[in-house]
């Protein structure tokens, strides 16, 4: 049987043919879509695919994980632009069955010159895969929703290797851009972890937020060495009100 890697890649691969046997990773009868902006089912992914296919994407596969019943991939999508991405899915029985992601247009480089996506790429230290993730979901928990950010430097390595488009290596901007504020309240605004994957070194945490006041959706994917956060990418996308999706299942 095919990992689920390998399942992820044959699925996504067929956004640049267009073919809908891509579509056949899926189970239709099982499948959940969270993407608001697609319709349920893989009917749906099919009829999105042939559409996307037109535009002669490319798919790029950056980092690609795997975690339990999950696979997860960080990726560089071209559709007449270039965008972000990280692809979640959940599977059972060799087939897909459900779908979460988060996409935003590719920026940089960033204050320090780097990409959204370059950076390190080794899967390592799978002995320690539960004890990064506890460390990404004490992070995420104490420091970006409750705002405890005097903890910082017991999460974060001094030297910080930042993907994030807008911000520069090291512990400064990250706090800078944590302790800002708009309209009297902080501008970025974590509020709910809804997943935490991991394999090794590597750990994906899903959010919910506020960013500006939009109701927002965050994607952090952490490299952790010797205990802290070495490296961070992200991707930040404004969830659309419930009157615009086009399936029922939320967000996450």
């Given at each position: 049987?095919?990992?689920?890697?390998?399942?992820?890649?044959?699925?996504?691969?067929?956004?640049?043919?267009?073919?809908?046997?891509?579509?056949?990773?899926?189970?239709?009868?099982?499948y959940?879509?969270?993407?608001?902006?697609?319709?349920?089912?893989?009917?749906?992914?099919?009829?999105l695919?042939?559409?996307?296919?037109?535009?002669?994407p490319?798919?790029?596969?950056?980092?690609?994980?795997?975690?339990?019943?999950?696979?997860?991939?960080h990726?560089?999508?071209?559709?007449?632009?270039?965008r972000?991405?990280?692809?979640?899915?959940?599977?059972?029985?060799?087939?897909?069955?459900e779908?979460w992601?988060?996409?935003?247009?590719?920026?940089?480089?960033?204050?320090?010159?780097?990409?959204?996506?370059?950076?390190?790429?080794?899967?390592?230290?799978?002995?320690?895969?539960?004890?990064?993730?506890?460390?990404?979901?004490?992070?995420?928990?104490?420091v970006?929703?409750?705002?405890?950010?005097?903890?910082l430097?017991?999460y974060?390595?001094?030297?910080l290797i930042q993907h994030?488009?807008?911000?520069?290596?090291?512990?400064?901007?990250?706090?800078?851009?944590?302790?800002?504020?708009q309209?009297?309240?902080?501008?970025?605004?974590?509020?709910?972890?809804?997943r935490?994957l991991?394999?090794?070194?590597f750990?994906l945490?899903?959010?919910?937020?506020?960013?500006g006041?939009?109701?927002t959706?965050f994607?952090?994917?952490?490299?952790?060495e010797d205990?802290?956060?070495?490296?961070?990418?992200?991707?930040?996308?404004?969830?659309p009100?419930?009157?615009?999706?086009?399936?029922?299942?939320?967000?996450?």
């Open positions: 049987m095919a990992s689920k890697k390998d399942l992820l890649k044959t699925l996504l691969k067929g956004l640049e043919t267009g073919d809908p046997a891509s579509a056949a990773v899926v189970n239709e009868d099982k959940i879509q969270h993407n608001p902006q697609t319709h349920e089912g893989s009917e749906g992914l099919a009829v695919f042939a559409r996307l296919a037109k535009t002669s490319r798919v790029t596969f950056k980092r690609v994980f795997e975690d339990g019943d999950f696979a997860f991939a990726i560089e999508y071209d559709f007449s632009s270039l972000a991405a990280f692809e979640v899915f959940r599977f059972e029985d060799g087939q897909a069955v779908h992601d988060n996409i935003q247009p590719l920026r940089g480089p960033n204050p320090s010159g780097r990409g959204m996506q370059d950076g390190f790429t080794d899967i390592t230290d799978l002995d320690r895969t539960e004890d990064n993730r506890a460390l990404a979901r004490s992070y995420t928990e104490n970006l929703i409750q705002r405890q950010l005097d903890q430097p017991e974060i390595s001094a030297d994030n488009p807008d911000l520069a290596d090291g512990l400064p901007a990250l706090r800078e851009a944590l302790t800002a504020t309209n009297g309240t902080p501008a970025i605004q974590y509020q709910h972890l809804h935490v991991a394999e090794g070194n750990v945490c899903a959010c919910e937020g506020q960013r006041g939009t109701h959706s994607y952090d994917l952490y490299r952790i205990g802290r956060i070495a490296e961070h990418w992200d991707t930040i996308e404004a969830i009100p419930r009157s615009e999706w086009k399936n029922d299942n939320g967000k996450f």
